[in-house]
């Protein structure tokens, strides 16, 4: 701790921290532009400058930027003396000399950063009289608008870009006060975290386009904090709402979770929410080759009653994209023994296994927190960057992490961005990755492995055995070997090592082989770390509640048969082969199908009940972390759509169960579900219950700037209605209630006064980039077992053999694509890629195909044609479909498949 004086009162502040950083942490306003908590100090701006003194006995003192001074012991600054205080407000006013005064038009207006920083400097007049440099916009795709006439130079959006985030298509031309930031040419930005330059930029510059098509202004927002559920990592995000639409979705800061960024899925992929596929009213077949025929909420529960009577065999089918209530709720009402996951079985074995490993050894879960402190990474079968993005950005930091000791030698403070970068030279700590192709992280690793699943597994097992001789031996090719010698060596010497595997290549080996690496690192001493990639949003948490997949479903209907079974917000035929499942749906006299958006399943339902998107419904999630998090509704569902758990405390109440009278709010399911569950029993702490209040006053969703709340309705009404009370939380649907900083997980927006931009983010932390006030949201469920390592897995894989007639078929993952609900997004769905056969170089000659040429690609069951596209890193006798593409057909990769050419002729081209 260090001693500083901020216009000569003693302060008490962290070592290693800088002026800016240390006073904004005290509380204190200082203007600044270029340095980010993210990014560090380069002193481009010269917009945060103090002056320093000497001693108390120096009076005239000197000018400096306190990003760029140290805040060391006996500093002597001040903050608010009139030559710093006019020389700030000087250079407001040469950054606004080319700035247009478009104010009112901007989309940043009303949250802008500049706005703020002029008010706070006092610069209110301009004098420049002169002609304004101009610039040409660029398109720059579908999510991010460009108007570069706004830009102050800060040099943030590169920064972030291209040294936090890795991109290279963004980058800085021209010189002198002609700079711009922009493409080489028109295009989209090629990067996963594009739409983070929305939020890093100060201005206006780069902006959601997204929002810009039905634009409202942030005082008019009403938002909620919600998690994404895009992925299984947890994310957490703020959700802002108008006119019953979602217009926008931000990062809102969790520093174990996801700090001041997420992918541009979480960003962009809401537009489902929207979407002209949502199911807004009760559907019901009234016979079996009939049309599906809306009626209301009352109708649809009448007709419930003739088909959950007393004695009926009721299974239901839960949901790894619905909330742990939904889930619970749905077990309750069947049984747990006529409960199912609605996961595939190979999804099932993989969850199990990932469940045991987390629950039995001495290896703890890591966050997205931990990945980014880790100081050598080893990757297992995973594309992150397109399975698990926003993990992607945490690792490309943990690789910067061992080179900075030089810097440290150097003493170099780490928030001297550009000092660190040149000390650096471009070098990366030890980071490996063993994939079935070429992954964006390939550009970063010291080594890099393209192999079959069961290859990968095995180089896994091999850096176990090299870490401990105690793990089984396995025998690997000299290069494997070698390359397996280095990252046992590299993990062996790391502080905090960190092992990352998941279910992207469908493998429990791969699974195993990451326990065995993390397991043998800790029976060493060392503190590794095991982070799992699940693909949906509480994947991790239905694999807590149930251990039995739609296989165990489809067996238990083939032996004792079944009247009804209840779908929740899944779609099956994602999960299984179409015809099975067609199958199982034929075995029940009613099929009940909740959802939000249509599905292949959906159409097969007998009774079809509207059901609620994130955005207008209440829920625990649990991450792949372990860390269960509440996401609350931004606003009320139209007309009967329901949470899918009232829907079925409505079904409970018909079939003369007592949760249908007794869960009246969501507190009533949470905490039935705790008591009965022990794994759970943490999740009544995930957020505060609904009677919740501060200073007797709820938390208000809509901020104090509110506008036009009569003329939203006065189509219907001129008369201000009354707004709807919110049952399951502590929030209101209004402007009215406390307006102070509330807990953690109530944080609905970032504002204080004079920060009306995200940078406002600064009063809500302990200390700049550091825990929120009161901690940050979420609870641990899981916790490692005892130190001793558990016995090691000694089943290992054979190695792969490619075969003459036929290529092992992989899975691809995309960011736009592979995850379903975004895809109903309509920007998403432009973006997103065509099904496609992926085949490597050497297999492309094999076949005699060039890219574009069409395949047949022939498995149990399935034959379809798709065109080549060469994909790098693909080893021989191994070929790749998309992941998740619904026009694809096919689940249950890994599998063998047929590929040949074929030659099509024009109507076969047309149909193909």
């Not at 176990?464 to 280095?486: H, K, Q």
């Not at 959906?602 to 009940?609: E, M, N, P, W």
């Amino acid at each position: 701790m260090a001693t500083i004086f901020i216009d000569n009162i003693p302060y008490t502040v962290k070592d290693g921290r800088n002026l800016l950083h240390a006073c904004l942490s005290l509380g204190f306003d200082i203007p600044y532009f270029c340095w980010h908590p993210a990014l560090h100090s380069v002193g481009a701006c010269r917009q945060c400058a103090v002056k320093q003194f000497r001693d108390e006995k120096d009076t005239r003192g000197k000018i400096v930027m306190s990003c760029m001074t140290p805040a060391a012991e006996g500093t002597r600054i001040s903050i608010n003396d009139p030559d710093v205080k006019r020389f700030r407000r000087s250079v407001i006013e040469w950054l606004m000399t080319n700035h247009p005064h478009d104010c009112p038009v901007c989309d940043e207006g009303g949250e802008c950063h500049l706005q703020d920083m002029t008010v706070m400097t006092g610069h209110d007049y301009r004098r420049f009289r002169f002609r304004k440099r101009t610039h040409r916009n660029q398109y720059l795709g579908p999510l991010v608008n460009h108007e570069m006439n706004r830009c102050i130079q800060c040099y943030r959006c590169v920064r972030f870009y291209r040294d936090y985030a890795g991109g290279r298509d963004l980058d800085v031309f021209a010189s002198h006060n002609r700079v711009y930031f922009g493409r080489h040419a028109d295009g989209l930005l090629q990067s996963e975290f594009s739409g983070n330059l929305v939020e890093v930029c100060p201005t206006g510059v780069f902006t959601d386009k997204t929002l810009k098509e039905h634009y409202t202004r942030k005082w008019d927002l009403q938002t909620a904090p919600t998690v994404c559920v895009h992925c299984g990592l947890g994310c957490n995000t703020i959700s802002g709402e108008r006119y019953g639409s979602v217009r926008r979705i931000i990062n809102r800061y969790n520093r174990d979770v996801n700090g001041y960024f997420i992918c541009d899925r979480g960003r962009f992929g809401y537009g489902f929410v929207n979407s002209g596929e949502r199911i807004r009213t009760p559907l019901i077949r009234r016979s079996k080759s009939g049309e599906m025929g809306p009626v209301s909420r009352e109708d649809a529960l009448k007709h419930l009653e003739g088909i959950l009577y007393f004695g009926a065999r009721v299974i239901g089918i839960g949901s790894p994209r619905a909330s742990l209530e939904s889930n619970f709720s749905l077990m309750t009402l069947v049984g747990q023994e006529h409960f199912y996951a609605g996961i595939s079985e190979q999804e099932q074995s993989l969850i199990d296994r990932i469940v045991d490993i987390l629950s039995r050894g001495p290896a703890p879960a890591a966050s997205l927190k931990d990945a980014e402190e880790a100081d050598a990474v080893l990757v297992l079968g995973e594309d992150i960057t397109n399975s698990a993005p926003r993990l992607s950005l945490s690792l490309r930091q943990a690789a910067l992490n061992k080179p900075m000791e030089t810097a440290r030698k150097m003493r170099i403070p780490e928030w001297n961005d550009t000092a660190v970068r040149t000390a650096l030279q471009g070098r990366r700590g030890p980071f490996f990755v063993a994939a079935t192709a070429a992954t964006k992280l390939d550009e970063i690793a010291s080594g890099v492995l393209h192999a079959a699943p069961d290859d990968i597994a095995r180089f896994g097992f091999s850096v176990a055995r090299e870490v401990d001789g105690n793990a089984p031996d396995v025998l690997l090719s000299a290069e494997m070997t070698a390359l397996a010698g280095a990252a046992a060596d590299a993990l062996k010497n790391a502080e905090r090592p960190l092992v990352v595997a998941g279910m992207g290549c469908g493998s429990e080996a791969v699974i195993q082989a990451a326990a065995q690496a993390a397991w043998a690192l800790c029976g060493t001493g060392k503190k590794a770390r095991l982070l799992f990639i699940v693909p949906e949003c509480n994947t991790l948490g239905l694999g807590l509640m149930t251990r039995r997949g739609i296989g165990a479903a489809v067996k238990a209907v083939a032996e004792g048969g079944g009247d009804t079974v209840i779908v929740m917000e899944n779609d099956l035929f994602r999960r299984a082969d179409e015809t099975k499942v067609k199958e199982f749906f034929r075995g029940f006299k009613q099929v009940i199908v909740i959802d939000h958006v249509r599905t292949a399943t959906t159409g097969h339902a007998d009774v079809l009940l509207p059901s609620c998107a994130f955005a207008e419904s209440q829920g625990t999630y649990v991450s792949s972390e372990g860390r269960a998090q509440r996401s609350f509704k931004v606003c009320m569902p139209e007309g009967d759509m329901r949470e899918s758990w009232r829907w079925i405390t409505d079904m409970a109440e018909i079939a003369g169960r007592p949760e249908g009278k007794t869960w009246r709010n969501i507190d009533h399911v949470v905490k039935a579900l705790a008591g009965l569950m022990p794994v759970f029993a943490g999740i009544e702490h995930a957020a505060p219950q609904a009677g919740f209040r501060m200073t007797g006053l709820r938390i208000p969703r809509q901020p104090h700037r509110a506008s036009g709340r009569a003329a939203i309705s006065a189509n219907v009404n001129v008369h201000e209605p009354k707004p709807p009370v919110d049952s399951d939380s502590a929030f209101s649907f209004s402007m009215e209630g406390y307006e102070g900083m509330p807990p953690p997980e109530l944080i609905q927006r970032y504002w204080s006064p004079g920060w009306n931009s995200v940078q406002a983010l600064n009063k809500f932390q302990e200390e700049v980039a550091g825990p929120l006030r009161g901690g940050d949201p979420g609870v641990r469920l899981l916790q490692p077992g005892p130190l001793e390592v558990p016995a090691y897995f000694r089943e290992i894989p054979p190695s792969f053999r490619q075969r003459e007639d036929s290529w092992l078929l992989v899975p691809l993952y995309h960011i736009f694509g592979s995850e379903e609900l975004s895809v109903f997004s309509p920007v998403i769905a432009g973006i997103s890629p065509e099904p496609y056969i992926g085949i490597g170089d050497q297999d492309m000659k094999r076949l005699g195909v060039n890219e574009g040429d069409a395949v047949a690609v022939t498995l149990p069951g399935y034959s379809r044609v798709f065109p080549v596209k060469k994909t790098a890193g693909l080893p021989e006798g191994i070929a790749g479909m998309p992941a998740g593409l619904p026009s694809a057909g096919w689940t249950g990769l890994p599998a063998w498949a047929g590929i040949v050419k074929k030659v099509l002729h024009k109507e076969e081209d047309r149909h193909a």
